[in-house]
């Protein structure tokens, strides 16, 4: 999912899995549209034993997910694709037409990080602040 941080020119992209079955996030981070950011969701899926990928056209999944396991195209991609609608829905800042935007890169992440959280998770992060 893009999104942008300060300006559209400094892009940055969800990756995230989610369970084809249940639509539930196993997991997710942030960058651009680069091998290293795949490379770290991966690293991240491994516990999961992923047998099926399913995937957008993006070229950073040919080289990193073997084709027996990697199913491209859109037919697949619609539970995701619902996720993000409610991402932008319930955040403003990720709106494709908008006034409300994130100055700040670790605050953009953590806005969407917790709400990921709370919202399929139910957790609830209590921080302690100290003036």
Known sequence: MWSFCHDKQHQIWLWWAVDHETN???????GTREYKY???LLELLKPFNIGT???????????????????????????????H???????????RKTICFSKNQDIHKAV??????????GRIFYFSTIL
């Open 24 to 30: 539930t996030p196993l997991a997710y981070t942030f």
């Open 38 to 40: 795949l490379d770290e």
């Open 53 to 83: 990928v399913y995937a957008d056209n993006n070229f950073a999944y040919e080289s990193r997910v073997t084709d027996k396991t990697l199913i491209s195209g859109k037919k697949n991609t619609q539970k995701i694709e619902r996720n």
């Open 85 to 95: 609608l409610t991402l932008r829905t319930r955040i403003k800042r990720l709106a």
């Open 112 to 121: 969407i990080g917790t709400f990921i959280n709370i919202f399929f998770f």
